[in-house]
């Protein structure tokens, strides 16, 4: 084998692990087109012709039950994300409901925004692949500033305690929900006479669902995705 030939040989060997490294840093920086918000901290977007559902990373939006922070939260995304956007995805693993979960390029780093404008927490427990400092900053600013989460003292009800029906503090909005709609949790709709809780087959109604999920009913969601009874679609 002569010198020139040791050189390709080199070459080619050299280019075939650098392909191998940079090939999943490409992956998880993806170009995708955004086709639907779900909350303050799931959207679905379309990538390489296939639909993807995508958890964003670092942080957590209060749910859609939480009212009316759910809600602001969710409409506060659709603001940063405009439907038929493009988006880059930061890939970082794929949780346990099969949900991509990633940190969301836009016009700039769209989960760092959620935490600035008050529309999500850090998520301290799954922080470790993100900017730590700079999430951690920036929720300090908003809580500083009270807003979103922040509008009532320590905030509400953090979203991890909520989904599990912690005794965490609550905001006066979602004290104010559960007052009006205890009628509607003692209700036949959504508990039996015996206390045990309604099934989605019993419910029937996606409709109803949703509004019994609004209304606290958690256990409906089973996925943690903001949307109840999923197969009532």
């Known amino acids: 084998m002569t ?7 080199t070459l080619l060997v050299l280019a075939g692990l650098s392909l191998a490294v940079l090939g999943p840093l490409c992956q998880a920086a993806s170009a995708a087109t ?9 959207i679905s977007v379309l990538e390489r012709g296939q639909r993807l559902k995508v958890r964003l990373a670092c942080i957590d939006a209060p749910e859609t039950a939480q009212t009316p922070f759910g809600v602001a939260s969710r409409n506060q995304l ?13 890939v970082q693993a794929v949780d346990r409901y099969g949900r991509t979960v990633a940190e969301v390029i836009g016009k ?18 799954y922080l470790g692949r993100c900017d730590r400092g700079a999430y951690l900053a920036a929720e300090r600013q908003a809580q500083a500033q009270r807003l979103g989460v922040w509008a009532v003292p320590g905030g509400i009800t953090r979203p991890w305690d909520f989904r599990h029906g912690g005794a965490g503090r609550r905001s006066a909005g979602a004290a104010q929900a559960g007052a009006s709609s205890s009628a509607t949790v003692s209700s036949p709709q959504a508990v039996q006479p015996s206390g045990a809780k309604t099934t989605c087959k019993q419910i029937g109604s ?11 009913h958690s256990y409906l969601d089973r996925n943690g995705d903001g949307v109840a009874c999923e197969g009532l679609r």
């Open 108 to 125: 700039g780093p769209i989960n760092l925004a959620m935490v600035q404008s008050g529309q999500a927490f850090v998520y301290r427990r």
């Open 3 to 9: 010198g020139m030939q040791k050189v390709s040989k």
């Open 34 to 42: 955004v086709l639907s918000i779900g909350d303050g901290d799931t």
């Open 78 to 90: 659709k603001a940063l994300l405009p439907l038929g956007s493009t988006v880059s995805l930061r």
């Open 206 to 216: 996606y409709a109803q669902a949703q509004e019994l999920l609004r209304l606290g």
